[in-house]
């Protein structure tokens, strides 16, 4: 079956006064048709901006793609040119941007703003494109008597229902979310996910969700991702990382979040901070943190390990117990 998303060996770099940021060293990833991915890692692990990477809004100065290709069913999309780009941004690739406070125009109504984009790809008249973008807004959950309304006189979960609307109007293949929920309150949180997995059941959308939260992935994910200092550290599918996990830092995310079955009076921690992405250390960038760490592991990064067809780990941990 062939990839909708593949990404060979992506690095982006932000260079500024203070050094070389090193956002994303090294990314390889693969997703199919209709697929959820869960992409996991603390502030700073590099997923907006992998995020970012493939919709090409890495803002350049400061950033740059240094390396690497990210395939779009078959087209690299780092090799288009700005006219292409635009013609896949919004159509065949959709992005949910992280705050829904700032991303909608607040001079504009929010029907406008959905059917600016139906109107920008899919070549209807005014009056056709605002009949579809009322369409989309009652499927997101909201009247189409509020078309003409403005950005100010919705809540945030109702302004992040319209940045749905915006984001699925043209049916894309590829729903990127960066934590669509952040900005939300518990109640809302589950509205808002259980509204987007309809629709992408409904389009056949594959998703890329961005989240630190694992009860998130858990509940909509079909494989995951865990990335730290701009490295997959883990990959397997969700039943995989969930229950079979192997790299030390994935067994830290796991062991901080409360258990209602297990009697625990406090949660297990990660020791110390995520690098500085300006000073990454030597070997795997995991070591300072590690329990479990070696000499080689402060020397040399260690290469992916397949466990399973789905399951691969990056730790060394992991090379010995293949050896033995």
């Known amino acids: 079956m062939e990839h909708l998303l593949e990404i060979k060996n992506l690095t982006i770099r932000f260079d500024t006064n203070d ?3 090193q956002a994303v060293n090294g990314i390889d990833l693969n997703m199919h048709g209709g697929e959820t991915l869960g ?5 700073g692990a590099g997923k907006t ?9 890495t803002p350049c100065p ?3 793609i240094v390396s690497g290709e990210i395939l779009f069913e078959g087209r690299d999309l780092l090799k288009m040119s700005d006219n292409e780009i635009r013609q896949i941004r919004g159509k065949h690739i959709s992005m949910i941007f992280q705050d829904p406070m700032t991303s909608l125009n607040p001079v504009m109504t929010v029907g406008a703003q959905i059917a600016e984009v139906i109107a920008t790809h899919e070549h209807l008249s005014e009056g056709e494109a605002r009949k579809k973008a009322e369409s989309m807004l009652e499927m997101v959950g909201i ?14 979960g109702m302004k992040q229902r319209v940045i749905i609307a915006i984001a699925l109007a043209c049916n894309p293949q590829l729903l990127i979310a960066d934590e669509p929920t952040t900005a939300l309150d518990v109640t809302i949180q589950a509205q808002v996910l259980e509204m987007m997995r309809e629709l992408k059941n409904k389009q056949n959308t594959a998703m890329l969700l961005i989240t630190h939260d694992l009860g998130i992935v858990a509940q909509n994910c079909d494989y995951t991702a865990i990335v730290y ?3 997959i550290i883990e990959y397997g599918s969700v039943l995989e990382v969930f229950k079979k996990h192997l790299h030390p830092y994935t067994e830290g995310l796991l062991g901080s979040i409360p258990n209602m079955a297990v009697d625990v009076k406090r949660l297990t921690p990660i020791e110390g901070l995520m690098p500085d992405p300006t ?13 479990y760490a070696c000499k ?9 390990v397949q466990i399973s067809e789905t399951h691969y780990v990056r730790c060394w941990r992991q090379h010995e117990e293949v050896k033995q």
């Not at 992409?39 to 502030?43: D, K, R, Y």
């Not at 901006?49 to 809004?57: D, P, S, V, Y």
């Not at 070997?283 to 590690?290: M, T």
């Open 229 to 231: 200092a701009g490295k």
């Open 296 to 304: 080689r592991c402060a020397l040399e990064a260690p290469e992916p």
């Open 49 to 57: 901006t992998l995020a970012k990477g493939i919709m090409r809004l």
């Open 19 to 21: 050094g070389s940021v």
């Open 279 to 291: 000073r990454l250390p030597e070997g795997c960038a995991f070591h300072p943190r590690c329990q």
């Open 62 to 64: 400061p950033g740059k």
């Open 143 to 156: 009247t189409k008597e509020r078309y003409g309304e403005y950005p100010h006189q919705f809540s945030g």
């Open 39 to 43: 992409l996991v890692g603390e502030t």
